[in-house]
Every structure is written in structure tokens, then in C-alpha cells.
């Protein structure tokens, strides 16, 4: 059932740290890479995503990283700030509207 | 412009009993997901509705059924609930093809199964 892989399950980063959150899908089917988040008491958010015919996709502080061959992709986030506390999706799919999403990572900042 | 809808916000029913779980999409959005989120799994994908068709499911028992509403609301029902059943469950709505654009998601209906 879960074509996509997500580690850590939780993370703890000091203020100002990179927060890298790492993503693993089966289907090569796949060919959007979102990534959601969500805070308590939310639904997930859409905060960035990215196509497999680019390598990087850097929106503010937040990057996301894509290796085709390793079916590997991965979302850092740079100088951390308390307000990123909230738990993180990666996700995928295809032109079969089928999104599949990671078990999520639980992010901590600490002031 | 309102977001997606989810009511009731939290329901509590006994093992055996059923749940109908309701949900109004984004104006304009034909297509509806819903998924469950329990506690360590993520985001698991249940159905997906559009145009008042159901299009695709997940690897869900068939008592996990749905139907969309010509207005493009849509409910979720559950049979024959069992103590695992317990979860948010998250209606998310899209205009076209999610790997063009994005889900909208609503906050969810907590289920508690006793």
C-alpha cells in the first residue's frame, strides 16, 4: 500500500538549522512530486513540488531535491525557524490522479 | 472564497454501528478524495470521485463507500465500523489533474471508534 517511502518519522532541529526530510517511490509511473504540510487541527497544505525533468526546485527557504535513477527525493529546508514546526508529507503521482502520499515526518524547531 | 468543508468536525460511534462522513469542496472543484489519516500511516488514499463518478479507490474492505452529489459534494460511509477505523478522515478537492495542479484539503472529521 505505501508506494512511497518517508524517513525520519520525527525530526528535532535547532533554530537556524537545515531540516532534511528524505522521500523513496516504487512507481516510475510517477511524474509529480509534491510536498504537503500540515500544522495541528489542519488539513496539509501544498508548500512546494517539483517534475522529474528537474534536478532542484528552491522556493524561499524551502529546496527540493530529485534523483530520477535513485527514485529518490528529498526537502531541505534552510535556517529553520520555530514557525516550520509542523508535520511534513512527500507525495507522488501520476496522470491517474492517484496521490500517494509518505507516512509524514513530524518536525520540531527549537527555539 | 470558502475552503473545503468536513462535518461533523468530530463523531464518536461503537464498533458494528456506521459513519457517514460529509464534504463540500472548493467552488468549482468537480473531483473529490478522501483519505484517512491514522496515527503513523500517513495519509492513506480511500476514493476518489469525480463528476459523480467514482474513479478510483484504495486498498480499502468495501464497507469504506462514498457518492458524490451533483453539486459535487460529497460523503463518505462506513460500515460496520471497527476499533482501527478510528481516524481523521480528510476530504480534499481539485480542479483537473492533480499531478498539474494541487489538493485543497479540508481539516477533517475525527472518528473515534469505541
Known amino acids: 500500500q505505501q508506494q512511497v517511502k518517508q524517513s525520519p518519522q520525527s525530526l528535532i532541529v535547532q533554530k537556524g538549522g537545515i531540516s532534511i526530510i528524505n522521500c523513496a517511490y516504487e512507481?516510475?509511473?510517477?511524474?509529480?512530486f509534491p510536498w504537503y504540510q500540515q500544522f495541528p487541527g489542519k488539513g496539509p497544505a501544498l508548500l512546494i513540488a517539483i517534475r522529474p525533468d528537474v534536478s532542484e526546485k528552491k522556493e524561499g527557504r524551502f529546496t527540493i531535491s530529485f534523483n530520477k535513477s535513485a527514485k529518490q527525493f528529498s526537502l531541505h529546508i534552510m535556517d529553520s525557524q520555530p514557525g516550520d514546526s509542523a508535520t511534513y508529507f512527500c507525495?507522488?503521482?501520476?496522470?491517474?490522479?492517484?496521490?500517494?502520499f509518505g507516512a509524514g515526518t513530524r518536525l520540531t524547531v527549537k527555539p | 472564497e470558502a475552503g473545503v468543508t468536513q462535518s461533523p468536525t468530530h463523531l464518536i460511534k461503537t464498533r458494528g454501528q456506521q459513519a457517514t462522513l460529509r464534504c463540500s469542496p472548493i467552488s468549482g472543484h468537480t473531483s473529490v478524495y478522501w483519505y484517512q489519516q491514522a496515527l503513523g500511516l500517513g495519509l492513506q488514499f480511500l476514493l476518489w470521485y469525480d463528476e459523480g463518478e467514482e474513479r478510483n479507490r484504495g486498498n480499502f474492505p468495501p464497507r469504506f463507500s462514498g457518492r458524490q452529489f451533483p453539486n459535487y459534494s460529497s460523503e463518505l460511509n462506513v460500515n460496520a465500523l471497527e476499533l482501527e477505523d478510528s481516524a481523521l478522515y480528510l476530504c480534499?478537492?481539485?480542479?483537473?489533474?492533480?499531478?498539474?495542479?494541487?489538493?485543497?484539503f479540508g481539516e477533517g472529521s475525527r472518528l473515534t471508534v469505541l
Open positions: 507525495a507522488a503521482t501520476n496522470n491517474n490522479n492517484d496521490m500517494r
Open positions: 480534499a478537492s481539485s480542479v483537473g489533474q492533480v499531478n498539474t495542479g494541487e489538493l485543497f
Open positions: 512507481n516510475t509511473a510517477f511524474d509529480y
